[in-house]
Every structure is written in C-alpha cells, then in structure tokens.
C-alpha cells in the first residue's frame, strides 16, 4: 500500500540487520520508550484479548484446538479462558487463532500486517513459562512489534503484490523475538531465534481470489512459529546471523524490492509501532474508510432504494486484492470493499450510534439478496487524491453515490476511526471489551480483568490476565 522503500538493495546487504534487530531486542530498556509508546502496549494487549474473546469458539478455533490441543509437555501455557495448559507453541497456535481469525485486529499500514495477534499470543505462553512480570511483557512485545514492523515496511508493497500475506511471514519475526526476550536469552540467542524464525515462515494470499479458511489461522500458526523458534533457540540451536539481509535471506526472498535501511532507521529512537491502527469493521484497515465513508452518506439521509451505483476511490493497491464484488464466502465478503460498503449503506439506518461491522454481520447477511445486487452496482477505482494522502498510518477513501434521480453524494474520509491520527481511545478501547466479555464471563470477572489490565506495568505476576472463565 505505502512503502518505505527508495531503492533496491545490492545482493548483498552492508547493514547486519538481522544482528542489529537482536541487539536492540536485548537492550530495549523500558523507562527509555517514550511515554505515549508505553501507553498504547496496554491498550493494544486489551483489545487482542478483546479480539480472542470473539473467537474463542468459532468453527476455525475450535478445529485448531481439537488438532492440537491434546498435547503436554515439561513446559505448558494456557488457553486462554479455559483451564486448559498444553505445549506451548500450541497454546500460541490456538490463542494466536481466536485473536486473529475475525479480521478485527489491530493493523500497520506501512507494514501490511497484524502484528499483535501474532506477538501477543507468543509472549503470553513466553511469559508464563518464563515467570515474567507484567513489565517484562510490554517490553518484549514491544520490541517484537518494531522487528515485524520494520521488516514489513522493508519488503512492502512488492510482498504482498507477489501473493504473500505480512501477517504469518512477518509476524514470526515478531513473535519469536518477543518470545526469546521473554526467555532472557542474550542478543545472539535473540538473533538465532529471527534465524530459526525467518525459515518457518510462511503464508499465500491465494485466499483473497479463492477465499477458504487458511486467513483464519494465519496468526496462529505464525504464533506458534515464532514461539517455536525462541524455543529452539533457547535449546542452542542456531539460525543464520544473517537470515533477513542475507543475499538468499528473508528480504530476498519475500520481496523483489528489500531495503535494509529501512529496518534500522532511527532504531530505538523512533517507534513505527505508534503507526498501529484499531479497528471498528471487522474487515481490512485498507477499507475502514470506505465504510465509515458509506455509512456516513446513510446517516445522513441516503435510503438504499434511491441508489443507482456507488463508486469507491481507492488507492490503486487494493484493485488486486480488496475490490471484488462478488465474494464467494463471508471471509472473502470481509474482504471485500464494495460488499462492506453496501453493508454499511443497508445496516447504517438500523443501528444506534456509530456502525461497527462485525463478523456476524458478514456470516448474517453474506446471501442477502439487497447488499449482493448493491455489491454487484458498487465499483472500485483508484483515485488520484486517495493515493497522494495515502500515508504509513491510514488509507483514506471517497464514496461517491449516484442516485436514481441523477444526483451525486460524495463523502471523503482522510482518517478513518482507528487511525492513529482518529484513534479509538483508551477508554473505547475498554468498553467495547467490557460489551463483549460481560455476556461470557461476568460483570465482576471483567471489571477486575481490566483493573489487571490497564496497569499491566505494575504486575509481578501476570496470573490475573489469566483469570477470565466462561460462565
């Protein structure tokens, strides 16, 4: 969508990205983040539990649980909101499931990823085995969160254009960092864990034109992936000290376009991960202003039935990937702008307050028969002024509707709700947990949950984040 990238790199990288990623993973001194940083690592944890919540018990988590579940072993970590503990890189798997399958994740622009359903579920079973405190987490996750990011912005667009999905590849950098720092493993064990890493990862994007499952777990397995390798690494084994700018490494690999610079500019001082969009649409960051763009034109008076056609600008990236439609299942209806628009057009008038799409919405009204025939009249095309604003932080949109009796309604969003220049704040950010964990674990459970949880910082044990059980 937006690249970092200037040039393309030599066939053999002057910078030891992977080394110098390890190193700051080793050093990342709390006190030293700056303070609006150390604010937002809380809030982003709440909202991935917020995110498993929902997906606890949908059909994908329910099968990655029952394929890997029955396992034990010296070390174990739990499901969260069971009593369950097993193995784990397979605790991670199925914790990184439920928090990623719903597309309602948090997002990077610039990096084209969701990098806490992947690093998160890693430093949760990390931190257990390890007895980690609760600053011990954030520092860890955080440092996690810069790695998948920087590399994701190095090898973005041409990543994700060449059929790869950043989540699964880049998040494994992340979570095996997070992980291995929680495992207080020195800066070579650090870099061995990004080694052992960066050969498990892995994820195709085939799932956009075809749709199927595989997204579902995408967060999961690279989870796992990352906790697999920390684990590995621990054990003494080792990965190459250059297996992201070597000349047959990651970046190479993954992208036709790798810019080394990119992953170490301003390391330590300059945080990307400020950059991280919430979401209030289960659905792609790049389509949020879409969305709010469409219900905005419903809002304010733009009846369904008065429609003729709706045109979407977009930035011209999302033509590949984000502008079918005619989805053939509900993840691929989350995946598709013109079918969230008309979503939001029919749903808009129905609902108090702000509209969030969730993904019951996609599964409920994926064959109704009047968003389907406004999908098939609603058309993406890349808009000029979209691309220019386009930045590493949001993807703007407008919305142009042409009625039936020849009239125009044209609605721009530069920064959609959840950016980070428009953010869901922290205390949305805990009322749309409490709305969602109440129903399933009691309106004490959760009141105490968040207590824990907002001063995660100030933890010794982290046993409280544990604690939430379904009813």
Same mark, same amino acid.
């Not at 072993?73 to 397979?90: H, N, Q, T, Y």
């Not at 008076?301 to 045109?311: N, W």
């Given at each position: ?278 979401? !209030?649409?289960? +659905?792609?960051?790049?389509? @949020?202003?879409?969305?709010?763009? %469409?219900?905005? &034109?419903?809002?304010? $008076? /733009? ?119 428009? !953010?869901?704040? +922290?205390?949305?950010?805990? @009322?749309?947990?409490?709305?969602? %964990?109440?129903? &399933?674990?009691?309106? $004490? /459970? ?26």
């Amino acid at each position: 969508m937006t690249s970092t990238s200037t040039s393309t790199s030599t066939s053999t990288s002057p910078i030891p990205v992977t080394d110098r990623l390890a190193a700051f993973a080793a050093a990342l001194d709390w006190d030293a983040v700056p303070a609006h940083v150390r604010a937002m690592m809380p809030v982003l944890m709440i909202d991935v539990f917020r995110a498993a919540a929902v997906g606890r018990d949908r059909p994908w988590t329910r099968a990655v649980a029952q394929v890997f579940g029955a396992t034990t072993g010296s070390d174990s970590a739990g499901v969260l909101f069971s009593d369950k503990r097993i193995e784990p890189g397979r605790a991670a798997f199925i914790n990184g499931t439920a928090a990623g399958g719903l597309d309602w994740d948090d997002s990077h622009v610039a990096a084209i990823i969701h990098p806490g359903v992947c690093i998160w579920p890693a430093a949760l079973a990390a931190a257990e085995i390890s007895g980690a405190s609760g600053r011990e987490l954030l520092t860890a996750v955080l440092a996690g969160y810069e790695v998948a990011i920087r590399v994701g912005m190095s090898i973005q667009p041409e990543h994700s254009l060449r059929g790869f999905q950043g989540t699964p590849t880049c998040g494994a950098l992340g979570a095996a960092v997070a992980s291995a720092r929680l495992f207080r493993l020195p800066q070579a064990g650090i870099r061995n864990a990004l080694g052992i890493a960066a050969t498990f990862a892995c994820g195709l994007s085939q799932f956009f034109v075809s749709g199927s499952d595989i997204k579902r777990f995408h967060a999961g397995k690279a989870a796992a992936n990352g906790m697999e390798a920390a684990l590995l690494a621990r054990a003494g084994l080792t990965g190459p000290h250059d297996a992201i700018e070597g000349s047959q490494g990651f970046g190479r690999a993954f992208s036709d376009r790798f810019d080394a610079a990119t992953t170490v500019k301003d390391l330590g001082t300059r945080f990307p991960t400020e950059w991280t969009s919430l979401k !209030p649409h289960a +659905t792609s960051v790049r389509m @949020q202003a879409a969305i709010e763009g %469409a219900s905005m &034109l419903a809002r304010e $008076g /733009a009846p369904m039935d008065d429609i003729a056609s709706i045109e979407l600008g977009v930035h011209g990236a999302m033509m590949s990937k984000l502008a079918s439609p005619n989805p053939v299942d509900y993840q691929q209806a989350q995946l598709s702008t013109p079918f969230a628009a008309a979503m939001a057009i029919a749903l808009t008038p129905g609902r108090a307050g702000p509209l969030a799409l969730s993904v019951d919405d996609f599964a409920t009204y994926l064959d109704d028969p009047a968003i389907r025939d406004l999908s098939a009249r609603t058309r993406c095309a890349p808009d000029a002024e979209v691309e220019r604003l386009t930045t590493a932080e949001a993807v703007p949109a407008r919305v142009t509707l042409t009625m039936k009796d020849g009239r125009k309604l044209e609605k721009f969003v530069e920064h959609p709700k959840g950016s980070p220049k428009n !953010p869901i704040n +922290t205390d949305e950010v805990v @009322q749309r947990f409490a709305a969602i %964990a109440t129903p &399933l674990f009691g309106a $004490g /459970a959760v009141q105490s949950w968040l207590a824990g949880a907002r001063n995660v910082e100030q933890l010794d044990s982290l046993a409280p984040l544990f604690a939430l059980r379904a009813q």
